[in-house]
Each structure stands twice: as structure tokens, then as C-alpha cells.
């Protein structure tokens, strides 16, 4: 299947557009014309190769909704005309233990990411949703709900189920205290869940122009962290609280607004490790935690969840022309909150 889409050729160089064929469809493949492919910072850090070695030419791309065309003998599970979502990965071993459980993230044999690898033969590139079409395995894609805008569907696929596997995890929801650190394409997706979910929710910036945003996407409060007194005010007052940055921050003065039992979950990746002090954990039974994505049926159950509350990601909608730049203005935080490529432009 022919296939027109951006790619970048060389580490830290610009993406220009890329003709490319996609696999004949199998018996378990269903094929999609792609409608929006979000920009995870991921991309840029992979496109750029500050994540180790990568592949070239890349197609990246893991936040992609689109509408089947076409589907092989043995799929039940779409039909031509679904709207359907791919996410970050395209595969896994389906044996281990994690597999079997539908915690294909977690596979322990390494899951198949969408793009800059090899599928399982260890042959064919994997190329991404920055494209106009895509084929994939039905079982490692997702049915989207008909009532939810397509516009801010993609980067749910990424920064909706980073930000819901931990809140379900976790059991967040009425009764619970959740702090979000950050307010970006990944903190502005765990506040609405928290909000949806039934939590007291309470969004910790550097940027205090973000309050009203905040507020109107159901934060019952929102903390300055340019206030240095906050650490103290708040101090053993939560239950949850999830790390969405990947800037350095110093963790112990968030792990003492840990409740006892309170956990403070990692989720955005510093470019360094952290330093923690055993008696701030200790002290009240803390945990400090990760989390990743999640599987395919909590992937769709994130999805149902969304159709239910009318929850999408606030984006700026972007022709394929403007990929660079909107990669500089990630970078430099200057979205509200995140990109997404209108696929017609490729």
C-alpha cells in the first residue's frame, strides 16, 4: 500500500515529506486512512535521537485516529467505515504473563513500538502516523466513540492513557486528594480524568498564567510553585500525585504531601537521575512509583470513558508543512497543549 507521509533522514534534521509502502494486508490486519496524528515530545526525542540509537528513515507518529478502509478475512472485530485508534505500540510477544493479563505495555519481551523499530520478524521498519494511511494487527487497535471531536482524539491515544492508567491504578475518584505537576499535553489530560473521576484535584505550575486554564478544565485548586511557602501550607495532604514534567525537580518537597500510604508517581522522564532520602518515604509509608501507557483493553476503556464524559485533548490542529516548527514550539512549551496534524496535508 503506497503510503505519503513526513519523515526524518538524519538525527536532529528537519522532516520532509517521504514516500514509503505500507504491508499487503493479513488475515488480521485492517488498514485505515488516517484522519489526525498527534505530536508526543517523544517524537521530537526520538526524531532527534536523544534517546539512543534510532532508526532512519523515521516515520514517527504513536497518536493516530482514523477510519478503516479496508480489513483482512479473519477480522470480527472492525468493520469498513469504523473510526479506530492506534497507540504506541503495534504489537507484543502475546505469551508472557503480562501479555495474557491485556498489560501489553509491560510485555516481557518488549512491546512493539509504532515506529522507529522492527516489527517481530526483526526485519520490516515500523513507520508511524505522520502519514496518510496505516496498517496494523485489529487485536493492537482500538474502536473510538462516534461522539468525540476526531480533532482532539489522537493524543489521547498517548497522553490520554499515560495520564488514566495511573489514576485507575491508583484508585483515584471522590474522597481522594490528586496533585498534577505540570500543566502541558500530559498534566492537562490527568486533570481531566481526575476531575471526571470524582477527586479534589489541585494542579502545581510554574506557569501561574495557566490558572484560568486550569480552573476551566475542573482543577478545584491550583498552587504556584514560584510560591515557596506551598511545600509547608500543603504538607502531607495527598493522596496521589502524578509527575507529568521532565524537568528536574527536586521530589522530596512533593513526596511531603504525601499522605501515610500516599504514592507520588513518575511519569515525565528526566534527563537525570534523582536523589531521595529513605526517611521521607519511610516517615509516612510512602511510595514512590511509574507508570507507562497501559494495555489494549484498558486503551479502550479509556476511550468508552471519554466518550461518556466528552473528554479530548485541548490541540492546535496543524498542516503536515508545519512539523517543524511545531516541534520547535514544543520544545519551547508554546502549546496550548498539543499539536496534531491534519493527515489530508501530507
Not at 488475515?27 to 526520538?46: F, K, P, T
Not at 513507520?127 to 466513540?145: E, L, R, T
Not at 500530559?186 to 486550569?214: C, I, N, Q, R, Y
Not at 504538607?235 to 525537580?249: M, P
Amino acid at each position: 500500500m503506497k503510503s505519503k507521509g513526513y519523515a526524518a533522514h538524519v538525527a536532529k534534521g528537519a522532516l520532509t515529506p517521504f514516500e514509503f509502502e505500507r504491508r499487503d494486508l493479513r488475515a488480521n490486519d485492517v488498514a485505515l486512512d488516517i484522519s489526525y496524528a498527534g505530536i508526543c515530545h517523544s517524537d521530537i526525542h526520538q526524531a532527534r535521537e536523544e534517546w539512543g540509537r534510532a532508526n532512519f528513515p523515521m516515520v514517527p507518529g504513536h497518536e493516530i485516529v482514523g477510519t478503516v478502509t479496508s480489513i483482512g478475512s479473519a477480522v470480527n472485530k472492525f468493520s469498513v467505515g469504523d473510526l479506530i485508534g492506534v497507540g504506541v505500540f503495534i504489537d507484543s510477544c502475546r505469551e508472557c504473563e503480562q501479555c495474557l493479563a491485556g498489560l501489553q505495555n509491560y510485555c516481557a519481551n518488549g512491546m512493539t513500538g509504532t515506529y522507529n523499530g522492527f516489527e517481530r520478524d526483526g526485519v520490516s521498519p515500523t513507520y508511524g502516523g505522520y502519514s496518510n494511511n496505516f496498517v496494523i494487527d485489529a487485536d493492537y487497535a482500538v474502536k473510538v466513540p462516534a461522539n468525540l471531536d476526531q480533532t482532539g482524539v489522537a493524543p489521547l491515544m498517548c497522553a490520554g492513557i499515560t495520564l488514566y492508567s495511573p489514576l485507575k491504578h491508583w484508585n483515584a475518584g471522590p474522597g481522594k486528594k490528586v496533585g498534577i505537576i505540570g500543566l502541558g499535553g500530559l498534566g492537562h489530560m490527568g486533570l481531566k480524568f481526575a476531575h471526571a473521576l470524582g477527586a479534589t484535584t489541585t494542579v502545581f505550575s510554574h506557569s501561574p498564567e495557566k490558572e484560568a486554564d486550569a480552573r476551566a478544565m475542573g482543577a478545584d485548586h491550583f498552587v504556584s510553585t514560584k510560591n515557596p511557602e506551598f511545600y509547608n501550607e500543603l504538607a502531607s495532604d495527598f493522596d496521589l500525585i502524578l509527575n507529568t514534567v521532565s524537568a528536574e525537580i527536586n521530589l522530596e518537597d512533593y513526596l511531603r504531601l504525601l499522605k501515610v500510604d500516599g504514592t507520588l508517581v513518575m511519569i515525565g522522564l528526566s534527563g537525570k537521575p534523582y536523589a531521595i532520602g529513605a526517611g521521607t518515604l519511610i516517615g509516612k509509608r510512602r511510595s514512590l512509583a511509574g507508570s507507562m501507557i497501559g494495555g489494549i483493553p484498558e486503551l479502550q476503556e479509556m476511550l468508552d470513558f471519554c466518550g461518556q464524559h466528552q473528554i479530548t485533548s485541548d490541540v492546535e490542529v496543524i498542516s503536515a508543512e508545519y512539523i517543524n516548527q511545531a516541534y520547535e514550539r514544543t520544545v519551547a512549551s508554546d502549546v496550548k497543549y498539543r499539536f496534531v496534524i491534519d493527515a489530508s496535508t501530507f
